[in-house]
């Protein structure tokens, strides 16, 4: 009975975090404040959203017209096209939170994760009804949908830098700052981790030249 009761609980705090994040969007600055300090967010929710928008990107490809929309699935791997959605929203986390720690940020690694994958809301929410409209549109009305497409990214990218800077508690000037330093960080990871795989791919090579060479040696 008791585990139950916990089980429905944990069930109604799940509910009332995910539907938190409709707030968060229309009221950003007391929405993430919120989000953390108060509590009102979980990282369940957060990962449901995150869920959301890939399985709408996903969705995307197969039903949205191909006026908008020219998918080539030869050439197309899923499990990549999923990591270009997932790597750079986790460089973001990992840059944004590395940099804040060292300058007084006071959000911690899960609260960056679970701000961001809020901020992320817009996307299924508008993008899916839009993917079903893009099937009854002509050419003529494409920039409508082009315009409203690309105000969604933006607005979403409006709530990441709102989020960052109420979990870290910057002013605005500050969180701009420190936005633009989080961009450059992930280049930077990114090079890092192009430098780190080429030398990984160069001495697998090496090791493999060396192994035929003593195959063919014996």
């Known amino acids: 009975m008791f585990d139950r009761l916990t089980k429905n609980e944990s069930t109604k705090r799940y509910l009332k975090s995910l539907k938190f994040s409709l707030y968060c969007i229309t009221h950003p600055l007391d929405g993430y404040w919120d989000l953390t300090h108060e509590k009102r967010g979980t990282i369940a929710a957060a990962n449901t959203i995150l869920f959301l928008t890939v399985l709408v990107r996903i969705i995307k490809l197969r039903y949205t017209s191909f006026i908008f929309n020219q998918v080539y699935w030869e050439d197309l791997n899923i499990f990549l096209y999923i990591a270009s959605i997932l790597f750079p929203l986790a460089l973001w986390v990992v840059g944004n939170w590395a940099l804040t720690t060292l300058f007084d940020g006071k959000g911690k690694l899960g609260q960056v994760y679970m701000a961001t994958c809020y901020a992320l809301v817009p996307y299924p929410l508008v993008q899916f009804p839009l993917m ?87």
């Open 132 to 218: 079903i409209f893009s099937n009854f549109v002509t050419v003529d009305e494409k920039e409508f949908y082009t315009v409203l497409s690309a105000l969604t990214l933006v607005y979403a990218a409006i709530l990441i830098v709102a989020a960052m800077g109420q979990i870290h508690e910057y002013s605005a000037g500050k969180n701009i700052l420190f936005t633009v330093a989080t961009l450059f960080a992930m280049l930077v990871m990114i090079f890092i981790l192009m430098i780190f795989f080429s030398m990984i791919t160069q001495g697998v090579a090496y090791f493999i030249s060396i192994g035929k060479e003593l195959l063919f040696r014996l």
